[in-house]
């Protein structure tokens, strides 16, 4: 496994986010940090949830048009960005014609199970796992013959606007003209759907954002009363995104001595711990054109929930 982010370079960029963030006027944290390996197993925990549809809509996207795709692209090498444990895209490795896979995540653990895995199933098919941040490794990526980019998941909302445009153009920069992009986009719908997907009944989704906290108390010894933060998602109908926030239920300090900061919270005060943008066919056209992609195919599920969009650079 190449590892671009050792364990020393990884606390470094958290301190540097946790300072930015927890300094700031309106709280925030970057949802990278929730993924150690419990949050990669919550996440894994989410896809499984009635409410959180994405995954599901996703799958069946794929399970229609894993052909189309290697039609279209004639793929000998994906690269998956942010790949977690890469379930979906076995649909993927199934229907093209590969001499390589490699994924990239910022969660080792999630990498070498899902290596291990695709190893026994796809036995021949060479594996180059890459620990890595999508936002500042691409450079990385072997130049090897007609690579197609997936982006899944609908992760690509996680970004702001502006963080979203310089990461397509960075994507499209390290691609060759002729070579594609394959992203996953959930789709602005209803916040009675959208709502629940990011506010689960059983509560996973709650753990799954307090898990910040705890990657936080682990690697800065900081003293979070992770039950002392409140669970919240909303629908921001200006944006289009959904917000998740952790909001103290009584006033707190917390001190955090890998970066010598005391934090103060009022009760109520909250952290923004996402936001996962929903999208429309103009946006992410718009926003691939403008990134030097042209939109080549535009696939959803049969109950449009969520699209899957392959570019070409
Ligand atoms: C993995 C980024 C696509 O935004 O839906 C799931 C993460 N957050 N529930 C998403 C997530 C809360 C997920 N992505």
Redesign the pocket.
């Known amino acids: 496994m190449k590892v671009l982010l050792d364990a020393d370079v990884q606390e470094a960029a958290l301190r540097a986010d946790v300072l930015a963030g927890l300094t700031a006027p309106s709280k925030w944290l970057p949802?990278k940090w929730f993924y150690d390996a419990r949050g990669s197993e919550l996440?894994e925990e989410?896809t499984e949830l009635p409410e959180?549809y994405?995954t599901r809509a996703e799958r069946a996207v794929l399970e229609t048009h894993a052909g189309d795709i290697a039609r279209h692209t004639g793929a000998r090498t994906l690269i998956e960005l942010g790949s977690g444990y890469s379930t979906k895209t076995r649909l993927l490795l199934d229907a093209l014609d590969l001499t390589s896979f490699v994924p990239m995540d910022v969660a080792p653990s999630a990498l070498e199970a899902a290596t291990a895995q695709i190893a026994v199933d796809f036995p021949g098919l060479p594996v180059h796992p890459i620990v890595g941040d999508i936002t500042q490794h691409l450079d990385a990526l072997p130049a090897a013959p007609d690579r197609l980019v997936a982006f899944l998941?609908?992760?690509i909302?996680?970004f702001e606007p502006a963080e979203r445009a310089q990461f397509l153009s960075a994507v499209r920069g390290v691609l060759r003209p002729g070579e594609h992009l394959l992203l996953g986009t959930?789709l602005v719908k209803s916040p009675r759907v959208l709502v629940p997907a990011?506010d689960d009944a059983a509560g996973v989704?709650a753990e799954?954002n307090r898990n910040v906290l705890r990657v936080l108390n682990h690697h800065l010894s900081a003293d979070f009363d992770v039950d002392g933060f409140a669970h919240v998602a909303l629908w921001d109908a200006d944006h289009e995104w959904i917000e998740?926030r952790l909001r103290a239920r009584w006033p707190m300090r917390v001190t955090i001595p890998a970066v010598n900061l005391t934090v103060s919270f009022a009760s109520g005060e909250e952290i923004r711990t996402?936001i996962?943008a929903k999208f429309r066919r103009e946006g992410v056209d718009k926003e691939l054109t403008e990134a030097g992609f042209t939109l080549d195919q535009w696939w959803t599920d049969a109950e449009g929930r969520f699209a899957l969009s392959l570019a070409v650079a």
Do not use: A, R
């Open positions: 949802p996440f989410i959180y994405p998941g609908g992760t909302g996680n959930d990011y989704t799954f998740m996402e996962s």
